[in-house]
């Protein structure tokens, strides 16, 4: 700290707050630590008894919180957000779009593993609306050493936060089972998946019912890749009895099966797979193949996803295609490794309310 006269404070950074009394109306801070003093500051600090301040003195090599909480945000600022006005260190970042937000954990781990910066985001690969809270970050002390920032900007190239837009809008459902094909009974599944669909502004553009037979059903997927739908969803037949016979079409139909089976409860018998526009199956390579990706690897084009839905979809509140959909909803390729890595936080814990997503399920 330095001590020096209050009219010669422009452009000097205050040590400490400075609180102004007013009798029956405040007593705040009038000025907070870390606050730059300017020109039109001087008249009030005097008028505060402020003759002398006690100011930061700046040394080569180190970067003032508000600078630094702006070096933060380009680190941080991917598409489709802004971030708010710098205020006592701080900024936050807001989504500017509905959309997917998905985040670089890697790289957030690296970041935060470095002495004095804090960044702290919401779950990744969550639904947000625009005007959503995504981020906030700043560093711990009012001046951080310039290395340190440095450092932490070396991390990622590219921004490690992004909303991506809502992309898929059309969807095709595929409803099996012999005992809705015949009239048996209703069919209820459908009406919940619509449902599900909407709130992506997703719409159903295609539907047909089928018996358990696996030439049905696999004529049916084909047909509805000739619809135009983006994304096509098979409910039922999804289990290991004699008569279930939907994962099996769906490969016969030509898809390249990412996994039949998820650590998730309710939903372990789910299915995802990739199936080419044209029809011509999926060829061997790391367009929808491989095992892993970048955290924000878009689906190549010319592939749409088909998922196997299994029947807890239609009856529970919360299931693994309420994870996976905004995901795929967003464009994103789904690999293996991402629905591996839902077995922490996969377990729904079926309360007498449900509140997801505002809940541990899928985190």
């Not at 797979?273 to 190549?300: C, I, Q």
Request: glycine share 10%; proline share 5%.
């Amino acid at each position: 700290m330095k001590l020096i006269d209050t009219k010669d404070a422009v452009g000097t950074v205050l040590c400490h707050d400075i609180t102004q009394i007013v009798k029956g109306v405040t007593k705040d801070a009038r000025f907070r630590k870390g606050h730059i003093v300017t020109e039109e500051d001087i008249p009030v600090l005097l008028s505060l008894g402020k003759e002398h301040l006690y100011i930061w003195e700046t040394t080569e090599g180190s970067v003032h919180e508000n600078d630094a909480a702006l070096r933060l945000q380009k680190i941080c600022q991917g598409s489709n957000m802004h971030g708010t006005p710098v205020k006592e260190g701080k900024i936050e970042l807001i989504a500017d779009t509905d959309g997917l937000f998905i985040v670089n954990s890697d790289a957030l781990l690296s970041i935060n593993s470095i002495p004095d910066i804090t960044i702290a985001t919401r779950h990744g690969c969550t639904a947000v609306t625009k005007g959503s809270k995504l981020a906030g970050f700043r560093v711990i002390p009012l001046v951080i050493e310039e290395q340190l920032l440095a450092q932490a900007e070396a991390v990622s190239k590219e921004p490690i936060l992004d909303v991506v837009p809502w992309k898929i809008k059309t969807a095709a459902v595929i409803t099996t089972g012999s005992e809705v094909y015949h009239g048996r009974i209703q069919d209820t599944f459908t009406p919940v998946i619509k449902d599900k669909l909407a709130a992506y502004g997703i719409s159903c553009i295609f539907h047909k019912l089928c018996d358990d037979k696996t030439e049905l059903i696999q004529q049916a997927v084909h047909e509805a890749v000739q619809s135009g739908a983006q994304m096509v969803l098979c409910t039922g037949g999804m289990s290991v009895d004699p008569d279930d016979r939907t994962p099996g079409a769906i490969k016969a139909a030509g898809a390249h099966i990412v996994t039949y089976g998820s650590p998730v409860l309710p939903g372990a018998m789910f299915l995802l797979g990739y199936l080419r526009k044209d029809g011509s199956g999926v060829p061997a390579d790391n367009a929808v193949t491989s095992p892993e990706h970048a955290w924000n690897e878009k689906l190549a084009d010319g592939y749409i996803p088909v998922m196997g839905l299994p029947g807890c979809v239609m009856y529970a509140a919360s299931t693994v295609f309420d994870i996976v959909l905004p995901r795929v909803a967003a464009g994103l390729r789904v690999a293996k490794k991402d629905i591996i890595a839902l077995g922490e936080g996969g377990l729904c814990l079926s309360c007498p309310k449900c509140t997801f997503p505002n809940c541990g399920f899928g985190k």
